[in-house]
């Protein structure tokens, strides 16, 4: 029997690389640059519906809270299927309230200073509907906040340059 470990890092890897190969071919068929946002959201989209456990949901809108307070587009809504209304779900306009939601992804084909600044500008307006009762919403205590740049050149160390 092999003592060969699992590692997650590797599996995490190669799942990288199979999105990266799926945008490259996604990205050599698109020559309108109008809808070039969409394939890599439907990607990122249909990644996380097929990895997470079938009570998380997977789309993209606006999330609201009791008070009248919206965030601005999400690219990604995570949320609670078992516990979210169907208030108004179509494929490009859903409204999720706060309280069901786990988190939101900002998806960039590129990263430029000026979508890392849109995008955080959108994570925020998303933390400032969060509620702060922590017993009225379970899940984001605290929130999962993640921004996907679909660039091969991009390192840590630029977005680190970009942002200081």
Known sequence: MSKQ???????????????????????????????????????????????????????????????????????IVLYDKNTTPKFLNEKYLSIFPAETVYGVIEVKSKLTLADLNAAIANIEAYKNVLPYNSEMSPHNKIGALICIAIDKNITVRKIIQMIQ
């Open 5 to 75: 470990r699992i590692s997650m890092k590797n599996v995490f890897n190669a799942y990288s690389e199979q999105l990266r190969d799926e945008f490259e071919r996604i990205r050599k068929s698109i020559c309108i640059s109008f809808e070039r946002g969409l394939p890599w959201q439907s990607l990122i989209e249909y990644f996380f519906q097929t990895k997470l456990p079938e009570k998380y949901g997977v789309s993209s809108g606006f999330v609201i809270n009791a008070a009248g307070r919206q965030s601005k587009h999400c690219d």
